[in-house]
Each structure stands twice: as structure tokens, then as C-alpha cells.
């Protein structure tokens, strides 16, 4: 049984991005548990109840998307300081202005590089366990 020291969530709907993440926390960051979700729905369940240290989001979801799904998150006390990185094939000016008053701590634009990447996600899990 491999220890884990911090978890990570991740919210995205297409299943080969997910592979990939799965294959990036492998090689990359492989203390660190990957949580999985495909709906917006979903993710807000397993951050309420498994907390996890940094939730990674995709904005174009199936139903909720990442901008809602982070006003939910931000609304609940118990998650309401998890930080969440938004990654996004959305490019334009405007969407990364709209993610930076919404709040997230980064936004990486699809594709993104490896490195910048796990680069990001240590910094932002620097801050240690999140409790609540
Ligand atoms: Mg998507």
C-alpha cells in the first residue's frame, strides 16, 4: 500500500486528459494521490467529503461548469480554501480574466507543458495539508 501525503482532485470530463493526468502524477508527482472526477457534480462530492489539498478544474464541463462548480466550492464553508487551478482549452483574453476574478489560483491553457504544469501544482501545495 503506497502512503500518500496529500491528494489532488481533479475535474475533467475527457477521459484521455484524464489518462494523461494520471500518467503526469505518475512519473511527476507520485506522493501525491490523484482523486478523479467527470462532472461538476461529482467533484463538489468528493471535496466535501475528502478535502482534498488542490482541486484541478476544467471550465467546459457536461452540465455545471468550472466557473459554477467554484462559486459552490467557494459558498461551502468546509471547502471554501481548498485552492483550485483552472486548466481550459479556453485562450481568449477574456476567459482568463474571468478566471482571475473568480478566483483561481492559476489557469494553464490546454495544452499545457509538463513541466509549467507540475511547476504549478508544487507551489500550490506548498501550504501542506488543507484543513479546514
Ligand atoms: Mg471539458
Redesign the pocket.
Known amino acids: 500500500m503506497e502512503e500518500y501525503q496529500q491528494s489532488v482532485l481533479y475535474v ?3 477521459e484521455l ?1 484524464m489518462e494523461l493526468m494520471h500518467h503526469i502524477f505518475k512519473k511527476h508527482l507520485p506522493s501525491v494521490l490523484l482523486l478523479k472526477a467527470e462532472t461538476a457534480e461529482h467533484g463538489l462530492e468528493i471535496a466535501a467529503c475528502q478535502l482534498p489539498d488542490l482541486i484541478i478544474m ?5 452540465g455545471m461548469n468550472g466557473y459554477e462548480a467554484m462559486e459552490r466550492l467557494r459558498s461551502k464553508e468546509s471547502t471554501s480554501r481548498i485552492p483550485v487551478m483552472a486548466i ?2 479556453f485562450a481568449r483574453h477574456s476567459d482568463i480574466e474571468q478566471a482571475r476574478t473568480t478566483g483561481f489560483a492559476a489557469y494553464l491553457t490546454k495544452p499545457f507543458q509538463v513541466k509549467v504544469f507540475t511547476r504549478t501544482v508544487k507551489e500550490l501545495l506548498t501550504e501542506g495539508p488543507y484543513t479546514p
Open positions: 475533467e470530463d475527457n486528459n476544467d471550465i467546459g464541463l457536461p481550459s482549452a
